[in-house]
């Protein structure tokens, strides 16, 4: 089975996306917009998200999984659902883990990995 790497020319470390045997998988989505609070970050992120499954060859209909990490999860989990429930189909909702982390910068509020099915 081929292995396509999506964005290997955005970062160094990685590919944005790879799509292996049916199934594409994000890197862990940021958004380093400056001064942006944690809303405008999650849209940011999804709409980023959006345009990667689009370029794999499928949409959010698809998701198998999601993977959220929150900077602080205390203050900013409510907000962050109001954002994530706009956005996801009501009837293609995906497993989903959400935990707080220690982020790689220090503005990151947010985190977001899916994978979703390619057919």
């Known amino acids: 089975m081929p292995i396509t790497r999506l964005g290997t020319d955005a970062n160094?470390?990685?590919a944005s996306a790879v799509v292996?045997?049916?199934i594409l998988t994000t890197m862990g989505v940021i958004d380093v917009t400056k001064d942006a609070n944690?809303?405008?970050q999650a849209q940011n992120i999804l709409d980023k998200i959006d345009a990667l499954l689009k370029e794999g060859g499928t949409d959010k209909s698809?998701?198998?999984t999601a993977n959220i990490w929150l900077k602080d999860i205390g203050?900013?989990?409510?907000?962050?659902?109001?954002?994530w429930?706009?956005?996801i189909l009501p009837d293609n909702k995906p497993i989903r883990a959400c935990v707080e982390?220690?982020?790689a910068f220090p503005q990151l509020l947010v985190?977001?990995?899916v994978t979703a099915a390619v057919e």
């Open 62 to 64: 698809k998701l198998l």
């Open 85 to 87: 429930q706009k956005w």
């Open 111 to 113: 985190e977001i990995q």
């Open 12 to 14: 160094p470390n990685m």
């Open 20 to 22: 292996h045997n049916g």
């Open 75 to 83: 203050r900013d989990f409510a907000p962050f659902n109001t954002v």
């Open 101 to 103: 982390a220690n982020l």
């Open 38 to 40: 944690l809303e405008q």
